[in-house]
Structure formats: structure tokens, C-alpha cells
């Protein structure tokens, strides 16, 4: 069985590539909801997060925001 953790970093605004990569690994939920701004480099790679990622992504691009709502159950389209 696998043993995974929820990661909180709901107090970062920003997010560079490089770290968005190495979270993308992260198996557990991770907790973004502070993030103001995203690069679509970034959202891919936290497209590919294995488990939940919880993040509002109204006030990103359009291209980033559409990367990652497959993934969070956060997002306007899910909230319903």
C-alpha cells in the first residue's frame, strides 16, 4: 500500500517551472489555492501530479488554467 501525505502550500503566489516539476512528483494531494499566477510550463507539469491538486485558477492565463482543470476538483466547471 501506498503511503501518501496532502502537501499545503496554499501561501505561494508563484510558482517557477523547475519547482512545479519536482511537485508534480509529489504523491498526495497538493494544495495550491494561493497561486495568482501560473506559466503554462508550470501547469503542465502539475497537470501530471499523480493524485488531487487543489488550486483556483480563475486568475491565470486561459491556456494555464485549461491545463489543470481536469485535476482540480476546485475549479469553477467542477464546483457546479
Known amino acids: 500500500m501506498r ?3 496532502s502537501l499545503l502550500l496554499n501561501g505561494l503566489t508563484s510558482l517557477s517551472d ?3 516539476e519536482s511537485l508534480s512528483k509529489h504523491e498526495g494531494d497538493l494544495h495550491l489555492n494561493g497561486l495568482t499566477s501560473l506559466s503554462d510550463t508550470a501547469a503542465e507539469y ?3 501530479c499523480p493524485d488531487t491538486l487543489h488550486a483556483k485558477v ?7 488554467a485549461a ?3 481536469s485535476h ?3 475549479s469553477p466547471e467542477e464546483a457546479g
Do not use: I, V, Y
Not at 480563475?58 to 494555464?64: G, Q
Open 3 to 5: 503511503h501518501s501525505k
Open 18 to 20: 523547475t519547482a512545479a
Open 46 to 48: 502539475l497537470g501530471m
Open 58 to 64: 480563475n486568475n491565470w492565463p486561459e491556456s494555464a
Open 67 to 69: 491545463a489543470l482543470r
Open 72 to 74: 482540480t476538483p476546485d
